[in-house]
């Protein structure tokens, strides 16, 4: 078993996959294994279409359903390269829901609840760059274009984007990297406080958003990732293009799409950033 995972996290790997989801779906495949108590070799489309339905009875999610097959049918289609029938597993079907959007006063109490200059920093990223949490900790120095006022983002697949800089954030950051002079961003732009040749943790931005909201007595749900929808969000309401804001977000669907880039290069520069409308309420 052991051998099969390991390459199955080398074909997920050279398909560019993050490490994150290296260990999701590595996590999700081993309790297939463990559910069919077999040779992987020999179990069959049968046996995974009883699986989800066991995942079904057993009161999971549909996208918690859907995330665990991914994996199987990854690790079967990809890895073992399988000639199984295509649609031998439909995914199902989900119930979609409106995004969680927080006011632009709301996301103002929370980026000044913020315990430091760095936490309010990268609040800030979040928001005014509609930035991933793993994107927001992946940021190197040399990813912040100041002449041309842009943000070089490396995405999900290691796609490459650019997004707007506003002077707001621009500012933040500046006073950040005075007043944390102490740590070495050699590298990273947000390094770890224990280690700085590694970049901030996922688990430590979300206790910061965390601890951050609780502090501003926001109820609403939602984690760091409230912050990217409320960026579209505002964006969308203040008159930008719905394609714009696509390419901004870094969707795989408009990354691809060629006869679009020339809109993004003209504009770009062009966007009144949602984070400028609540400058004047942020603490200095």
Known sequence: MDQLIAQFLFTLKERGFSPSTQATYASNLRKFFTYAGKNPQEISPEEVRRYQVFLIDSGFKPRT???????????YFKTLAREWPEKFLPWVKQRRTNPVVYSPDEIAEVINAADNIKHRSMLMALYAAGLRSCEVVRLRPLDIDSKRMVIRVLGKGDKERQVTLCET????????????SSEDKTYWLFPNRHDHSQPYSLPALKRVFANAKAKAKIHKPGGPHVFRHSFATHLLEMGVDIRIIQMLLGHSELSTTTK????????IAQIKNPLEAIRLKLKR
Not at 260 to 267: A, E, G, I, L, M
Request: net charge positive.
């Open 169 to 180: 954030l621009l500012l933040a950051l500046r006073r950040y990297w005075v007043e944390n």
């Open 65 to 75: 359903v859907n995330c665990n097959l991914a994996a199987v049918k990854f690790f």
């Open 260 to 267: 679009y880039t020339h809109v993004q290069q003209q504009f």
